[in-house]
């Protein structure tokens, strides 16, 4: 991506500067001194794989199969795997990267909803949740890995496509999972040139990062080359701070949380300010590669603040741009190991028991690639006799992948004695299997557990719900409860009726699974009166003020509103009864609780409530700014805020029912010009955030991002035109900081605009 920021102001970046090139180690003395342009001419190509005779290549608005069909080095052919990979001249921070084969046998990328999988000849596409915004990698067990500027480190700990089962469930812990909170970097030497380095809080008094500002590219140690303590740690780059951290990870009940290795040191850091690393990987010798930029410009022109700028601009930090780097690092006194895999299929087939999960992995993509059924019954006999559990999961999902992995097989591995392999068995098991999956409800393993929980959630019949009901009351996992509800989209209530007969001796378990109010709260999201009744006739049967009837009000009741803000009214058909017999004989959580329920629903002639208004239809104009609209958000925004307005936790709150969002239009208009400066309260969560100045966007722009906002996700505020936007740009135009929530709050000195709120 070598026309990425040529300086300040971008210009150039629409040239078709980029190239691919392959780097050969021809003496295996760890060191590369062969290079062979692949593939060139291309507009900022920002995705590569290798890939059969060739290699993936992402370069918007396209991702292409290059191939070398003669072996020289050069892609000769070429064909279009999809059309939709990115815009041309799009934000290339927030744009689809680092293609993938995970061990499930998809192509998965950062920053993307959409996968690719090649499977007999042809190109396959899967749905997927969007992870990360620059890099990926996976751990031994095949869980993604991934971050965001202002975040370490996130994981999906489970299949996203489990939750898209049930739009109706809110809570999913198993997404986008953010596997460490704490972001302190402790820099060498003084790092004044980070965005946002005027606020107070990004730099320490010495004048070094505090914390992360600029994460990306990590990776999970898979390697044998380092001492075994390294093993499964996670490297994260922080570009800003010229420094890699090195991460402790620990697995409990499916959950991975993680911890910094050093105390207020780091593994690799730097004096030279364009030390830049953006990526690291183990490489097939086992060492780790790091791959740094090489530039003291890495941010893009579209976020760069006045102060960074200025910093740039006083110490000389536009030029040079050609000067990247790879590292390799080793341990002391190692040696190079130069590493060939065999090129009969075969022979491959033991490379799947190499302790390298660089050569795990390729051994898996080339079995899969060659589609040679013949290795099966190697396969077969790996599976179950593997010397390490990383082998057995291995030979599974490359029997997968060649579409002959049976019913015997994983029956062997469902009695495996690793639960990592038992667990991969129950994820790989259909519904012919549901008998023998039904043995497992009492397995020692709460990952095991949950996997099975997700798998028997969506089977039908009494013995599938008996099983589920098992599950709860084993407990074990944070994420128990939302396996269960996940397979249940529209019979969560039916499901809630079986829960509450179960006898008095399985209230606590009930309980602490949290599974009465994640339920309750799926029923409240179907928004269908005549079944909302029904579960208030359920918790007005139970024993007032409750654990089960506590349980589900606040399932009911929801996350509590930020002062002032009005939820999303739910229409009933009828005032539920249930909702008075309900405020009797009860203690003051249970009575808040019922407010808070009480605040959503509306009936006709509810005293204080309007009916329902009616929803203005956009005319032409508001129309084409709505479209207009909905393409930038999907170009800028939806990296950090989601497709469905929901945001990222720890990153981005959601613009979903926000009030920022359907309050007064000067609030976002300021805010998109000039940016925000956390803390801010949305929806009751203070957020600590840096949302940056999209100034740069025309009033017109503006006005259609806020238009599809304010009616986008069922939302009904008022469209906002170029003039509204006019008005506020110029009412600030003197400012060259961002907001803070106080001053956004406060009366404003120019006219406020008629249009406002929902």
Not at 205 to 229: M, N
Not at 441 to 459: K, T
Not at 490 to 503: I, S
Not at 598 to 610: I, N, S, T, Y
Request: overall charge neutral.
């Amino acid at each position: 991506m070598r026309g990425y920021m040529p300086d300040m102001e971008a210009v150039g970046e629409d040239q078709p500067v980029g190239r691919v090139s392959r780097l050969e180690d021809t003496n295996g003395d760890g060191v590369m001194d062969k290079a062979t342009v692949f593939a060139d001419g291309l507009l900022m190509p920002r995705a590569v794989m290798a890939l059969g005779d060739g290699a993936l290549i992402g370069a918007p608005p396209t991702l292409t199969w290059y191939h070398d069909s003669d072996g020289d080095g050069v892609a000769d052919k070429s064909e279009v795997v999809a059309s939709d990979f990115g815009k041309v001249g799009g934000q290339p921070e927030h744009m689809i990267n680092s293609p993938t084969w995970m061990l499930d046998n998809w192509i998965t990328f950062a920053g993307a909803n959409v996968r690719y999988r090649f499977q007999r000849g042809k190109w396959l596409a899967g749905a997927t949740v969007s992870g990360g915004q620059w890099g990926l990698t996976q751990d031994d067990w095949g869980r993604p890995f991934f971050n965001y500027n202002s975040a370490l480190l996130h994981s999906h700990v489970v299949p996203t496509g489990f939750y898209a089962r049930n739009p109706n469930l809110a809570v999913r812990t198993g997404v986008n999972w953010r596997v460490m909170s704490d972001g302190a970097t402790w820099p060498s030497h003084p790092t004044p040139g980070v965005n946002r380095g005027y606020n107070g809080t990004t730099l320490r008094e010495d004048g070094t990062l505090a914390s992360v500002t600029a994460t990306c590219g990590p990776s999970i140690y898979r390697g044998d080359l380092f001492p075994k303590e390294f093993r499964g740690d996670a490297f994260v780059p922080e570009p800003a701070g010229n420094l890699i951290k090195r991460l402790k990870l620990s697995d409990a009940a499916g959950i991975v949380r993680a911890k910094n290795a050093y105390e207020q040191t780091e593994f690799l850091t730097s004096t030279d300010e364009r030390f830049r690393p953006v990526n690291t990987y183990t490489g097939p010798d086992g060492a780790l590669y790091v791959v740094d930029m090489g530039r003291g410009v890495i941010q893009h022109k579209a976020f760069l603040t006045y102060y960074l700028a200025a910093n740039i601009q006083a110490r000389n930090l536009e030029q040079p741009i050609s000067v990247g780097r790879i590292y390799r690092i080793v341990p002391e006194r190692a040696q190079p190991r130069p590493v060939r895999l065999p090129a009969q299929s075969g022979a491959l087939v033991a490379m799947l028991e190499h302790p390298n999960g660089w050569v795990r992995d390729t051994a898996q993509r080339l079995l899969v690639e060659r589609d040679d059924a013949a290795v099966a019954p190697a396969l077969i006999a790996l599976a179950a006799k593997g010397k390490t559990a990383q082998a057995r999961v291995h030979a599974l999902w490359t029997l997968e992948g060649l579409g002959v992995l049976t019913p015997d097989v994983l029956g062997s591995c469902l009695k495996d004695g690793n639960p990592k392999v038992r667990q991969q068995a129950v994820r790989l098991a259909d519904r012919t299997m549901t008998g023998e999956l039904l043995k497992l409800v009492n397995d020692p393993s709460p990952e095991v557990r949950v996997e099975l929980a997700f798998h028997l959630g969506s089977q039908p019949g009494d013995a599938a719900q008996e099983g589920l009901v098992a599950l709860l009351g084993k407990g074990g996992s944070p994420l128990l409860a939302e396996a269960v509800a996940s397979g249940l989209r529209g019979r969560e209530l039916e499901f809630l009726e079986v829960l509450l007969k179960q006898p008095a001796r399985a209230e606590g378990s009930l309980i602490q699974s949290e599974i009465l109010p994640v339920l309750a709260g799926c029923v409240l999201a179907e928004r269908r009166s005549s079944r909302i009744t029904r579960l208030l006739d359920l918790a007005a049967e139970l024993p007032a003020d409750g654990p089960r009837q506590v349980a589900l009000l606040k399932g009911c009741a929801g996350k509590p509103l930020a002062k002032g803000a009005s939820p999303k009214l739910i229409y009933m058909d009828a005032a539920p009864a249930a909702l008075t017999a309900l405020q009797e004989n009860q203690g003051e959580k249970t009575l808040k609780l019922l407010a808070a329920l009480d605040q959503q629903l509306a009936w006709p002639e509810k005293r204080g409530v309007a009916p329902r208004p009616p929803l203005a239809a956009l005319n032409a104009d508001q129309q084409a700014l709505f479209e207009k609209g909905r393409g930038i958000y999907q170009t800028l925004c939806v990296g950090c805020h989601q497709p469905g307005g929901t945001g990222l936790e720890g990153l981005a709150p959601p613009l979903l029912d926000s009030e920022w969002v359907l309050g007064p239009v000067d609030r976002p208009a300021r805010i998109l010009l000039h940016g925000l400066s956390g803390p801010v309260r949305v929806g009751g969560v203070v957020w600590r955030l840096e949302m940056p100045a999209l100034g740069q966007l025309s009033d017109e722009e503006i006005a259609g991002v806020l238009t599809y906002l304010r009616r986008e996700w069922e939302h009904r505020a008022s469209p906002v035109s170029p003039k509204d936007v006019a008005r506020v740009r110029s009412g600030s135009s003197s400012r060259n900081r961002p907001w803070t929530e106080e001053e956004l709050l406060k009366p404003q000195a120019v006219p406020v605009s008629k249009n406002s709120g929902n």
